[in-house]
């Protein structure tokens, strides 16, 4: 575990979370995941990695918390729209303590869990 000089990487196949921050760890996870052809050095006015900070028992940058949950959020929500309707059912249920959702449309179903995790889904036009 040693320190390194910062880089950063803007390729968009990695998740917002591994390159809209700097790492300047040798084993952070993250990090090293990106490709060393991928890596552009510098802090490129990117917050902090937290995985380089929690590797240095350094407070993370707050920017970079916010990133990381943004992340999150998105990949919930694209794992939600993934989601067939007998499975969005079944989330409903679960969280709403319901017992009949049978006749919920998907539009429905998507307003309700939008609602829960503060997320919202890409309006499709018909």
Known sequence: MAKID???????????????VYHD?????D????LPEHRVFGRGNRPRCTKCAKLDNAAPDDLALKMAVAAKREFRRLELQRMSM???????????GASKLSEL?????HAIIESILDIEFPKNPK
């Open 31 to 34: 990090g090293r995941a990106i």
């Open 105 to 109: 449309d998907k539009a429905h179903a």
């Open 6 to 20: 910062p880089y950063f990487t803007v390729f968009t196949e990695y998740l917002l979370a591994v390159r809209g």
């Open 86 to 96: 007998a499975d969005l059912r079944k989330a409903l249920v679960a969280h709403e």
């Open 25 to 29: 760890q040798d084993n952070c996870e």
